[in-house]
């Protein structure tokens, strides 16, 4: 059975960190491209970072470029999203996507900033 499972979302204040995880099981995700997505209440969803199978350099939303980090640990089967210097307007539900096309999703995370 596919399955992906975020974690490490919270509350935290302004330009603190978080380190979000998506775990897969039924998979190897190193075998697909990877992404972050978010979804702020009353917006649509947007595509934080994507990363190919193959590696290679990320390709990250200019609103978090220099703030966040995506890696993986294909021992364990995880991506991860680093995140530094947040800020109120990254408040959101923050799910991961496996594969080509749609895809599989995550359930997604709450991350919320504020003071």
Same mark, same amino acid.
């Given at each position: 059975?596919? /399955? %992906?499972? !975020?974690?490490?979302?919270?509350? &935290? /204040?302004?330009?603190?960190?978080?380190?979000? =995880?998506?775990?897969?099981?039924?998979?190897? %995700?190193?075998?697909?491209?990877?992404?972050?997505?978010?979804?702020?209440?009353?917006? !649509?969803? !947007?595509?934080?970072?994507?990363?190919? =199978?193959?590696? @290679? =350099?990320?390709?990250?939303?200019?609103?978090?470029?220099?703030?966040? $980090?995506?890696?993986?640990?294909?021992?364990?089967?995880?991506?991860?999203?680093?995140?530094?210097?947040?800020?109120? !307007?990254? $408040?959101?539900?923050?799910?991961?996507?496996?594969?080509? @096309?749609?895809?599989?999703?995550? /359930?997604? $995370? /709450?991350?919320? &900033?504020?003071s």
């Amino acid at each position: 059975q596919v /399955q %992906l499972v !975020e974690s490490g979302g919270g509350l &935290v /204040q302004p330009g603190g960190s978080l380190r979000l =995880s998506c775990a897969a099981s039924g998979f190897a %995700l190193s075998w697909y491209p990877m992404r972050w997505y978010r979804q702020a209440p009353g917006k !649509e969803r !947007e595509l934080v970072v994507a990363i190919s =199978s193959a590696g @290679g =350099s990320p390709d990250y939303a200019d609103s978090v470029k220099g703030r966040f $980090t995506i890696s993986r640990d294909n021992a364990k089967n995880t991506v991860y999203l680093q995140m530094n210097s947040l800020k109120p !307007e990254d $408040t959101a539900v923050y799910f991961c996507n496996a594969g080509y @096309g749609s895809g599989w999703w995550g /359930q997604g $995370t /709450q991350v919320t &900033v504020s003071s």
